[in-house]
């Protein structure tokens, strides 16, 4: 089984910065996508960013050219740095994983909040 724990959520000024970490474990299955959704109150869940075990990363029109993905494979940890935070990004960052082996599993969510 599968487990996801995420962590570096908060609260944060418009135009400061937040990193998010997502550590894997339980897979043994090195070919996966790692990544993170993202939900704001009153709206469905939207994709925002994910990257494949060979490195190749996605990210939505809404966050390309802040948002930086990353993954350390050794670790099985996928990171998120968001920079130029907008009040729109607040939102609730679900990380998944996905591989042919476990499907689409989710993190258990972290809130962020972009206020001054």
């Known amino acids: 089984q599968v487990q996801l724990v995420e962590s570096g959520g908060g609260l944060v000024q418009p135009g400061g910065s937040l990193r998010l970490s997502c550590a894997a474990s339980?897979?043994?299955?090195?070919?996966?996508?790692m990544g993170w959704y993202r939900q704001a109150p009153g709206n469905q869940r939207e994709f925002a960013a994910a990257?494949?075990?060979?490195?190749?990363?996605t990210y939505s029109n809404s966050v390309k050219g802040r948002f930086t993905i990353s993954r350390d494979n050794a670790r099985d940890t996928v990171y998120l740095q968001m920079s130029t935070l907008k009040p729109e990004d607040t939102a609730v960052y679900y990380c998944?994983?996905?591989?042919?082996?476990?499907?689409?599993?989710w993190g258990q969510g972290t809130q962020v909040t972009v206020s001054s």
């Open positions: 998944f994983f996905y591989s042919g082996t476990f499907g689409q599993l």
């Open positions: 990257i494949t075990s060979e490195g190749t990363t």
């Open positions: 339980g897979s043994d299955d090195s070919t996966n996508s």
